[in-house]
């Protein structure tokens, strides 16, 4: 059997296969991710039918929404930080038992009250699941191969975002949308018992990897550091934290719009039933995913990693289109015709999320978890302020005896605003790692 070459990663490098374990990690998160937006979005498909249940207003279905957003934002940073001390085993296997066991809880609730407070318990869990996950493919994936592995993954958690919408709807139709939301929590419980007995947080600790595996991610990767004091000082001051951060904001407000009030949206703004909603819905969701998939692809054919420069074309390029796409949706009368250009647009917008992974797994280095969740915990404010946005107008539209698309459409007419201020910053982009401003002693 050939030696492994020095440089595994040279043009014209024959390399005959180092095994594929890393493949099953991969797996294994995809249907973490899977499971966190299947959860996360099955409110917005129950949304309607709980406000007519529970008697809950457009605004606070809002405050119900923002909850979620809220404890999202608030835990990131711990929880990321807790990753890389502990290790993103124990804390994927616990925040998993921890947000699945809300998710069953959020079918028990009787009233606005305990509602909100169960979505923020429920936000506190799935904070962890990016920055930990992140940390998880910087471990187990070279550089070269991550911008297909974030893609995968990405793409992994649109799909649980695409069948939400459809799947809840569905179950909500034949049994409730309380036993819906216990049917959904169960699943995670058997992600965390199988996660918990066969990952390691290390190739090298992982009894199914082969040396020549080992030798082929450690040529990839940067040599594991000792955990140490972020320091938040020179973070703060970064650029380039600065301006993933606001890119994440302006890509979460676009999100999460279609995340929280698209069904509802198609139901009263364009007249749609409920099981459609939910099936077009899933269409639009659908397309973020296969974007996601695209996205990861084009980051490594670009070799983004190695050249983050190069996002300054591609980030701007997707925004642009995007808003393009939204704003000929917004012009057209046949729902059918603007669900495809919706679904364009969040290809677009979805495709740069591997892009922006790869911008702040490499410039966090050694401190992924605390740093990815910093710059990702930024979108709370994008995110609440469109959960907001949107129950607030469409309650003051509403009491203006307007109606409709009248009454909805003025929200994704400022998302096409955000849409092109998303553009602009990628423009703007300078790739500056934190490492490179920190004294050796951290």
């Known amino acids: 059997m050939p030696d492994v070459p020095a440089n595994p990663f040279a043009v014209g490098t024959q390399y005959p296969g180092p095994g594929r374990i890393r493949y099953l990690v991969l797996a294994w998160l995809c249907a973490l991710s899977g499971i966190l937006y ?6 917005s498909a129950a949304l ?22 809220l404890a999202y934002g608030l835990f990131e940073v711990p929880t990321g930080r807790w990753g890389d001390r502990l290790g993103a085993r124990r804390i994927l296997t616990r925040i998993s038992l ?17 509602l909100i407070l169960v979505r923020f318990l429920f936000g506190a869990g799935e904070a962890g699941a990016f920055p930990n996950a992140a940390r998880v493919v910087s471990r187990w994936f ?4 991550r911008g297909r592995a974030q893609g995968i993954l990405l793409a992994a958690s649109q799909t649980g975002g695409a069948v939400a919408p459809w799947l809840a709807a569905a179950l909500i139709e034949r049994v409730g949308w309380r036993t819906t939301f216990a049917v959904f929590g169960s699943v995670g419980f058997v992600w965390a018992a199988g996660f918990w007995f066969w990952f390691r947080d290390e190739p090298s600790q992982h009894p199914a990897v082969t040396p020549r595996e080992r030798q082929f991610i450690a040529a990839g990767t940067s040599s594991a550091l000792p955990p140490c004091e972020v320091p938040w000082r020179i973070v703060l001051r970064n650029s380039s934290v600065r301006q993933l951060s606001a890119i994440m904001i302006c890509a979460s407000f676009n999100s999460y719009i279609y995340f929280s009030w698209f069904p509802r949206y198609l139901e009263k703004g364009r007249g749609l039933a409920a099981a459609d909603a939910g099936m077009m819905t899933s269409v639009v969701l659908a397309c973020a995913a296969a974007g996601t998939f695209f996205g990861g692809w084009v980051v490594d054919r670009l070799q983004i990693a190695r050249h983050p420069e190069r996002g300054r074309v591609a980030g701007p390029t997707a925004f642009l289109s995007a808003a393009g796409m939204l704003a000929a949706a917004l012009l ?17 917008t979805q495709a740069t ?22 710059m990702n915990s930024a979108g709370v404010f994008g995110a609440m302020s469109s959960q907001l946005l949107v129950g607030v107008l469409a309650d003051a539209l509403g009491k203006m005896k ?10 994704f007419y400022i998302n096409c605003l955000v849409l092109l201020t998303a553009a602009g910053l990628w423009m703007r982009f300078r790739f500056v790692p934190v490492e490179n401003s920190t004294d050796n002693s951290n």
């Not at 079918?107 to 606005?112: E, H, Y």
């Open 332 to 348: 057209c009368s046949d729902h059918r015709y603007a669900v495809l250009l919706t679904g364009g647009s969040c290809f677009a």
């Open 142 to 145: 070279p550089q070269q191969e």
């Open 98 to 114: 921890w947000w699945s066991a809300f998710t069953v809880l959020t079918g028990l609730c009787n009233g606005l009250t305990s």
């Open 402 to 411: 307007l109606s409709g698309r009248q009454q909805w459409d003025p929200i």
């Open 38 to 43: 299947l959860d996360r979005i099955c409110i």
């Open 353 to 374: 999320q591997s892009l922006w992974w790869s911008c702040a797994i490499g410039i966090s280095g050694r401190h992924t978890g605390a740093l990815f969740g910093l």
């Open 48 to 69: 309607g039918k709980i406000s007519e249940e529970l008697n809950i207003s457009n605004t606070g279905g809002s405050l119900v929404l923002m909850a979620f957003t």
